[in-house]
């Protein structure tokens, strides 16, 4: 197979006193951190649709890059086959163990849903070869359910219950491609499962329908044989003005009324969090409380924008946050790091790919270094411990073993006055943790 992109060598760890920027400084695929490798804790994933579909198309204008690949689009297959040809080079030379994928990434799509189907049966199978060539594997797979202009009202919350019953066709096929290629994931990513108005919208049907179509996938694909995790990816709005998954916790409250929490885990996305005026890593500690932390999509947004921008992570502070709640998680297990990120429009040439994954990559590297050098030094944690020490005891044990209720709580006040409330310290852990990090 020739090589599409001789420009980008085989990446290797050069160390943080590297100036290769085509050189990790941070990743070190093997070196063990907390007891465990670092290619472990960080199961990286190259998002299909941004790395080998987009273009850099905007409101404004078209394409800046080409994804062609040496093959031209109108012959549909061999430009398909050119991107996988793309997709393992880079996975290979970058060393990403993983990718993602939606269904319409991997080949047009075609004029019935037969003739669809028919051409990603034979792209799969080229996939296939491929991964078991390299060893390299798939974190999840998704439906498009949201681009086709038969979507434009939504998939399970469409209005129309042939648009319902082809976006079900269309999942069903999904997760048969997911489980064909040993994907260790399914993700509802419900881009237009929210509506505009309430003038034309009947929510309790829209969210009991979705619920059914959740339901009814979980269920086929358990039918057979997949093992992996189901997740929802939250996102508060765009394309729609009110998304029904707009954040974790709602999300988890959706999941919950509808029996299904058990069922489906979240796929959290930093830029998704910020949208939604959280932190990514407030986003990761709900899902973990909820006992739904599956995933994450890794980019980062612009504070100053209103959208999505998908950007490749660089900011390490936030990056080490996360990785703190990802390792008090319990880290990934059959989730991992997506980057579901893209370079800048003005960024387009391959070389800004290998740019983008590699400063992605080490961001995550310099963030698992620094939340393990945290947990190391004990401090937080036990600052955390000692804030809350009150309910290991006393009182605060009674209530939290449900012994005491109002009545008890009441005498137990008119004996003691609280003494004044102890400080939260928040600008010394700050100042803590930036010795940590950068001391
Ligand atoms: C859109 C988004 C999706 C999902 C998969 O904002 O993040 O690409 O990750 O459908
Ligand atoms: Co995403």
Not at 9 to 24: E, H, I
Not at 59 to 74: I, L, S, V
Request: with cysteine.
């Amino acid at each position: 197979m020739s090589e599409l992109f001789p420009n980008i060598p085989a990446v290797k760890y050069q160390g943080a006193s590297g100036q290769d920027p085509l050189a990790f400084s941070y990743y070190n695929p093997d070196e063990e951190i907390l007891g465990k490798p670092m290619k472990e804790h960080l199961k990286f994933s190259l998002a299909w649709w941004h790395t080998l579909c987009g273009e850099g198309s905007d409101m404004f204008g078209p394409g800046t890059y080409d994804k062609e690949f040496g093959a031209e689009k109108r012959d549909f297959m061999a430009h398909a086959k050119a991107k996988v040809d793309a997709g393992f080079e880079l996975m290979q030379k970058l060393s990403i163990g993983y990718f993602c994928f939606h269904d319409t990434d991997l080949v047009a799509e075609g004029q019935t849903l037969a003739e669809s189907n028919k051409r990603l049966d034979e792209i799969t199978d080229y996939i296939r070869q491929r991964m078991d060539a390299t060893g390299i594997k798939c974190l999840w797979g998704t439906c498009n359910a949201f681009s086709h202009r038969r979507f434009m009202a939504g998939a399970g919350t469409s209005p129309d219950p042939d648009i319902f019953a082809y976006a079900a066709a269309k999942i069903k096929k999904a997760i048969e491609l997911t489980v064909k290629l040993g994907g260790t994931g399914y993700v509802f990513w419900g881009g237009r499962e929210g509506y505009e108005t309430l003038l034309n919208t009947n929510v309790q049907l829209e969210l009991d329908n979705l619920a059914r179509l959740m339901r009814m996938a979980v269920e086929y694909a358990r039918s057979i044989g997949f093992k992996g995790d189901f997740y929802i990816e939250p996102k508060p709005k765009e394309p729609s003005k009110h998304q029904y998954d707009f954040d974790v916790a709602t999300a988890c409250n959706f999941l919950r009324a509808y029996g299904l929490l058990g069922d489906i885990k979240m796929n959290v996305e930093a830029n998704h969090a910020t949208l939604a005026s959280h932190t990514f890593s407030h986003e990761v500690r709900m899902a973990a409380v909820n006992g739904a932390f599956g995933s994450i999509d890794a980019n980062q947004g612009d504070l100053l924008l209103g959208w999505d921008t998908d950007q490749f992570p660089c900011d390490v502070y936030d990056a080490t946050m996360c990785m703190l709640e990802i390792i008090r998680a319990g880290g990934f297990t059959n989730g991992g790091l997506n980057f579901d990120a893209k370079t800048r429009r003005m960024s387009n040439t391959p070389e800004d790919m290998a740019y983008g994954f590699i400063t992605g990559m080490d961001t995550y590297a310099l963030a698992l270094r620094k939340a393990a050098a945290i947990i190391e030094d004990g401090r937080l944690d036990n600052f955390v411990e000692q804030r809350y020490a009150g309910y290991k005891a006393g009182i605060g044990a009674d209530i939290v073993a449900g012994k005491a209720g109002l009545k008890e709580l009441e005498a137990y006040a008119l004996q003691n006055e609280p003494k004044s409330p102890a400080s939260g310290r928040q600008e010394m852990l700050e100042g803590m943790l930036n010795r940590i990090m950068y001391g």
